[in-house]
């Protein structure tokens, strides 16, 4: 029986490079024996890049010298002052509040970013547009790899939210796109990005909101089309093992009746206890990516199922450049130690 194998890539923003650089470590002949390329928000855009017979390398070179020209100040914020002043008086309903609050921004004792996405999507999509090249335009169903990417669609014609995939399988549940418009669609990172307007499915946000790892999502669409679980070979690559928690000392000076909206986004800084920008996104994305890898563990059988992910030793927000070579050292270090082999050892076997 030949196996079905499934590469399944997580988001993580900037940490995306963990992947691309553990792809590149195990070589391009796992992607051409994978079956499904997969992929959340940063690992969508990886999943589809791959799909577009894009090398690692340059997918390494994408995260480790393009962050500033995605995560740039002169991409953010997303809104004109204009914008933001308009949001404040929908807000407050008060010219006279609205103003305020515009003049406290304006002493920069308050973030723009507060009341407007952090980013606009034109740096991100120009460096997509720059990897995929003529690709960008191409329809999934117009690939000859299958590929699975995941989005938040916020309206489904109904009125409701409802997660999508956004895939080339062909069945009553794919939804096809153009390669760019998936990857922007995947990666739209509440609070960070502006939902995407999608031009066939609407506005949308990052797949990582319910499916940040994507091995369970794919794996039970997999299943969908009739495929022999036991022919079934997942890969699942993660974006680091963060170490993101609260501490309970720090509820020693910020209790928790004072945790509303703005503590979640941006935290009070402690000393002793730095916690990350967009603890509350930290949170969704992690607790996800945690519940999927069990249950596709316990899914699939014993031995079919590899989860990689490296351990980090500090907090890495989405959009944090600065980390950039501290994430290759990382990767370099994990590629050269004790579990590599056996790592390796498991591609070869399964991913033939």
Sequence with gaps: MQNYT????????IRGLLTAKILQSLGNSVVANTTVLAGTSTGGILALALAAGIDAQQLVDLYSKRCPNIFGAQFSPASSDAQIREYLHLLTG???????????????????DLFSAKYSHDGLRQQITNVLGTHATTLLSQLPRRVFVTTYQLDDGNGAWTPISLDNFGSPESHDSAMLDAALSS????????????PLWGPCVDGGMFA????MFVLARVLQLGVDPKSIRLLSIGTGETVDGVPRAYFNTVPPEMWGAVQWLDPIKVKGTPLS???LL?????????????QAGTMLMTGNYLRVQIPLNQPITLDDCSCTPELEKVADAFVQGSQWPAIQQWVARNFV
């Design 6 to 13: 499934i590469l399944s890539l997580d988001g993580g923003g």
């Design 94 to 112: 008060n010219a006279i509040a609205a103003n305020t609050i515009w003049g406290v921004i304006e002493m920069g004792l308050l973030k723009k």
């Design 282 to 294: 930290n949170l969704l994305m992690d607790g996800s990516s945690e519940v999927d890898d069990e």
């Design 212 to 215: 940040n790892d994507p091995a």
């Design 277 to 279: 920008k967009g603890l």
């Design 187 to 198: 990666s739209a990172a509440p609070t960070y990005f502006p939902p995407y307007e999608h």
